[in-house]
């Protein structure tokens, strides 16, 4: 069965304390791994897409990287402003989104 | 300038009754989706349209009926609502099925 993974499930930063979220994967066929990031009371906002192993994408003070199992979040001197729940999602070969329960980061100033 | 927008915003009714939400973007995309986010945050899909017609459709209640009158426009309709179907339901959108999806703000129904 596919099945994305995320972790932490909630992280706690101070304000310049870089850090990374984790999001694993056991799909059938994958097409495309998305990162959202979404605020409370809010919809998913796009922030990533990558779609082989090695590709790395970057914006801001986020950087994300793919492997054959497992991207990771990289987050380097957060911002109060970079408090959010960050979603990975997994696109298999249907098309269909299958998302992680996301990981809760907290940055404190 | 909203570009995915859902209404209404919250929802409280008894259960029994039959409720729509309504989803309209103006990105000129062609592919629409219908999320359910519960209790847990966890995000999962239950329907999508390419060009008004149905793609994708999970393992939904036959409750749930989606109905796309055109490209920008997606509705859900839910009959006899049950306790569990509480939750958040978002709608998405995107260019086509393997491009990054935008969502809108979510509707939170709550059932009495």
């Known amino acids: 069965e596919d099945q994305v993974t995320q972790s932490p499930e909630a992280l706690r930063l101070q304000e310049g304390e870089s850090s990374s979220l984790n999001c694993s994967y056991t799909v059938s066929g994958l097409r495309g791994l998305f990162w959202y990031r979404q605020d409370p009371g809010k919809g998913p906002e796009f922030l990533f897409t990558l779609y082989s192993a090695g590709e790395e994408k970057e914006k801001e003070r986020l950087k994300a990287t793919l492997t054959k199992k497992e991207s990771f979040l990289h987050i380097t001197a957060p911002k109060p402003e970079d408090s959010a729940t960050y979603l990975c999602a997994v696109q298999v070969f249907t098309n269909k989104l299958i998302f992680g329960t996301g990981t809760l980061l907290a940055v404190q100033p | 300038d909203t570009a995915v927008s859902q209404t209404p915003k919250y929802l409280v009714t008894q259960m029994g009754n039959d409720k729509s939400i309504k989803c309209e973007q103006n990105?000129?995309?062609?592919?629409m989706y219908w999320y359910k986010q519960d209790s847990k945050k966890f995000l999962k899909i239950m329907f999508s349209y390419n060009n008004k017609e149905l793609i994708i459709n999970e393992t939904v209640p036959n409750r749930f009926s989606p109905k796309s009158p055109d490209k920008a426009h997606l509705n859900l309709h839910i009959n006899s609502l049950e306790l569990g179907d509480s939750a958040v339901y978002f709608c998405?959108?995107?260019?086509?099925?393997?491009?990054?999806?935008?969502f809108g703000d979510g509707t939170r129904l709550s059932i009495l």
């Open positions: 990105l000129g995309h062609d592919t």
């Open positions: 998405a959108s995107s260019k086509d099925p393997n491009q990054p999806q935008h």
